[in-house]
C-alpha cells in the first residue's frame, strides 16, 4: 500500500472502516482530536532521534502526531487486534518508522523493544495505567522522560504535594524517581466515547540519580507500613517494622507525625536507616 501522511483517511474515518467501537474491557477512550493529540506530542520535548514508546494507540491518533513531530521511531503497544489492523496503512505512510506489537503493555519489556536514546509518550488505558507507571519508574534510568495520561485523579495523585489529600505512596515513588509535572488536562468531550471523569498529561524526568535495588525495597517497605494507616501516628503506623521510634529518631523525624507530613527526602532517610539497622 503506497501512502503519504497527508493522503491517510481521518481518525474517524479510521474508526468506522475498523469497527473499532471502544471496548470497556480495554480501558478504551479514543482521542480523536488531531490538535490535541499534536500538544500532547509536543509535550514530550525535541522527538528528532529518539525511540518512542506508545501503549494502546487505538486508531492511531497520538501515534501520528509522534511521527509528524520527528519521533525516529514509534514502537506501538496493542491489546486490540483490531487497532492493530488500523495502524498498518499508518506504517505505510511512515515507513520504517513504526512498530507495532499485539501485547499486553504489562508483559513487554521496553527495552529490549527499542535501543536508546528512549522516551514514553501514551493515552494509557485507565484501567493499566498505574501499574504500567510503577513497573517503569522502577527502570527510569532507561528513559529520557516519560509523558503519560490518566485519569485526572491518578494525575493529580502523581505530582500531589506533602500535606494534601492525594499525597500517598504514588507521589513518593514518583517524585523519589523523577521531577513529575501536570501539563494539560483534557475534558471528557475530547474523547469518544467521553469518560465520565476528566484526564491528565503528567510530564516526568528521571533524576539523574537512581536508587539501587536494596535502597528501593527499603523505600517500598516504609511507605506500605507509613500510609497504610495513614491517620495514625508514624510511631504507630511503622510499628510492622519493628523498633519504629528508634528508626524515626535516626531518621530525625518526630514520632507524632503522620505519614502525609513526610516529604519524599524524608521518606528515603527513613528508607536509610531501616537499611543500616538491618545490617
Known amino acids: 500500500m503506497s501512502l503519504s501522511p497527508a493522503s491517510l483517511p481521518s481518525l ?18 479514543f482521542l480523536l482530536d488531531e490538535a490535541l493529540c499534536g500538544r500532547i506530542a509536543r509535550s ?17 491518533g497520538l501515534t501520528r502526531a509522534l511521527l509528524a513531530n520527528g519521533a525516529e521511531h514509534v514502537h506501538a503497544v496493542e491489546l486490540d487486534s483490531r487497532a492493530v489492523a488500523a495502524l498498518a496503512e499508518l506504517g505505510a ?81 514518583a517524585q523519589w524517581r523523577c521531577t513529575a509535572h501536570m501539563v494539560l488536562r483534557l475534558p471528557p468531550g475530547a474523547f469518544s466515547p467521553p469518560p465520565k471523569i ?24 516504609v511507605t506500605a507500613a507509613a500510609f497504610g494507616q495513614r491517620r495514625k501516628m508514624l510511631r504507630g503506623s511503622l510499628k510492622s517494622l519493628g523498633g519504629a521510634e528508634a528508626l524515626l529518631e535516626a531518621a530525625g523525624i518526630e514520632p507524632t507525625r503522620r505519614a502525609e507530613t513526610l516529604s519524599v527526602p524524608e521518606f528515603e532517610a527513613l528508607a536509610r536507616a531501616s537499611l543500616a539497622r538491618d545490617k
Open 12 to 29: 474517524s474515518e479510521t474508526v468506522q472502516r475498523h469497527g473499532l467501537a471502544a471496548r470497556k474491557a480495554l480501558g478504551q477512550h
Open 93 to 173: 505512510a511512515y515507513p520504517g518508522r513504526l512498530t507495532v506489537t499485539e501485547a499486553d503493555a504489562l508483559k513487554v519489556d521496553p527495552e529490549a523493544m527499542m535501543p536508546a536514546p528512549r522516551r514514553i509518550v501514551a493515552n494509557l488505558p485507565y484501567n493499566v495505567g498505574s501499574p504500567l507507571l510503577i513497573g517503569w519508574l522502577a527502570r527510569a534510568q532507561a528513559y529520557e522522560s516519560m509523558t503519560l495520561m490518566f485519569q485526572q485523579e491518578v494525575a493529580e495523585r502523581i505530582v500531589a504535594a506533602p500535606d494534601t489529600e492525594g499525597y500517598g505512596r504514588l507521589a513518593v515513588a
Open 198 to 221: 476528566w484526564s491528565a498529561v503528567v510530564h516526568l524526568v528521571p533524576h539523574a540519580e537512581q536508587p539501587d535495588r536494596e535502597l528501593a525495597r527499603a523505600m517500598e517497605r
Open 44 to 60: 514530550a520535548g525535541d522527538l528528532t532521534g529518539r525511540h518512542v514508546l506508545e501503549v494502546g494507540p487505538g486508531p492511531g
